[in-house]
Structures are given as C-alpha cells and as structure tokens.
C-alpha cells in the first residue's frame, strides 16, 4: 500500500485551521475514496509533511487516483494558502521537479494489512542523493536482524525530498516515541552502530532540537471486522 508524501514550509501557528480543513473534507468526502486508507500530517521546524496512504498498485497509481479526483485537486488548493514549496537544502544533488517526496526504501516489502490500526514517527534529517545506496544498505542490514521485532517496527518507509531525508516507522504501539527510546535504553550494540554508521550520511535538520516530527493531524478508512 504505497504512499504519497509532501513536503513543504508551514507555520505552526496554522494548525487549527489545517486541522479544520481537513475535518471537514475527511468527515464528509473521504470516506467516499474507497481507495484512501489514511491521512497523516505533521510538522516539524518550518516544515509540514503531509502523508496520504491509497489502496493502489504503486505510488505512481495513486498519485492518478488523488490528481483525478477533484474534490482532492479542491482540497490542494485550500490548503496552498497554508502550506508553501520548500526549495532545496544547500548541498541537494538530485532532482527538484517531482511532484512528491520519492521513496528510496521499503522493509517489509509485503502490504501492512492493519495499516488503519497501526501509529507512525517520522524522524527528519538531511540527505544527499548519492547516499542513497549506503543508507538503504545500512537498514537492510539491520532489517534482516531481530531488531525491527523488538522494536515493534511493521513497516519502515524512507523518502526524499530535495535533500530532506524523512524515515517513516509503523508501529502497533501507539506510543511510538516510547517504543524508539527503550532500543536506547537497552543500549543494543548493532542499533548504536546502525545509528553511528548513519550520522555522517543524514545530518539533522536541525541540529538545535530532536529529529522527531509531531502529527497534528489523522483520519483512518474503517475497517470491516
């Protein structure tokens, strides 16, 4: 189940009414887009990053789906007067004409059926495009170990976007800042590495504060018992 994910600048201060737009469209419009399963949004500095999951074949499938359906091209442009385009971080190599974020990294590869049941972190950083073949060694190294379980991990989707690196988790737990502290606490030797191997390859945003994005916003499709 493939997401789209945006990113752009955002004032804090906007949050209530992002959140009233988007109750409203979700109380009435989207549970008539059988195929939108989720809505995530965050913000974390100056930035937002919107999270759409759809119940299609690819990314590039459903973004056809969000950009054909008017009612969401409508949504997009009430929230335009709100959300603003990030241009690119300094030392940003790769390109800046896609339309989302691209996801560089997918572990499980298999669908997350409890998708609507489940509760995401995002964690910000910056990235170059040449790192992608290091970054997505390093996890798949990882991912192939015991460490996601313990973690309580069920999906982990990593993204670019014009030099803005974003690391989504899935968990069961819906505390999932608890859930990511106790590996520290544990102090597991391969996780403090996999964290020092990364350092160098995805410098923080910013470096003032954590890395970890607050959601201000959520609605989940029902599902059928």
Request: glycine share 4%; hydrophobic share 40%.
């Amino acid at each position: 189940m493939p997401s789209i994910v945006t990113v752009g600048t955002f004032d804090s201060d906007d949050v209530a009414d992002v959140t009233k737009i988007l109750r409203e469209f979700d109380g009435d419009v989207a549970p008539e887009l059988r195929r939108l399963r989720r809505r995530q949004v965050f913000h974390y500095g100056d930035l937002y990053i919107h999270m759409q999951d759809w119940d299609a074949a690819d990314e590039g499938e459903a973004r056809r789906l969000a950009a054909a359906d008017p009612r969401c091209v409508q949504l997009d442009e009430r929230l335009s007067a709100y959300f603003d385009d990030h241009a690119a971080t300094e030392d940003w190599d790769g390109p800046v004409d896609r339309p989302a974020a691209e996801r560089f990294y997918l572990w499980p590869a298999e669908q997350l059926d409890v998708l609507e049941h489940s509760f995401s972190a995002v964690i910000v950083n910056t990235q170059r495009q040449e790192h992608i073949p290091e970054v997505s060694r390093l996890f798949a190294e990882s991912d192939a170990t015991d460490i996601p379980q313990k973690m309580g991990t069920l999906r982990r989707q990593i993204y670019l976007w014009r030099g803005i690196y974003l690391h989504i988790q899935d968990f069961a737990d819906t505390d999932s800042i608890k859930v990511i502290s106790s590996v520290w606490t544990e102090g597991d030797p391969r996780f403090l590495q996999l964290v020092d191997d990364l350092t160098q390859l995805i410098p923080p945003y910013d470096p003032a504060g954590n890395s970890l994005a607050t959601r201000f916003y959520h609605w989940a499709a029902e599902v059928s018992e």
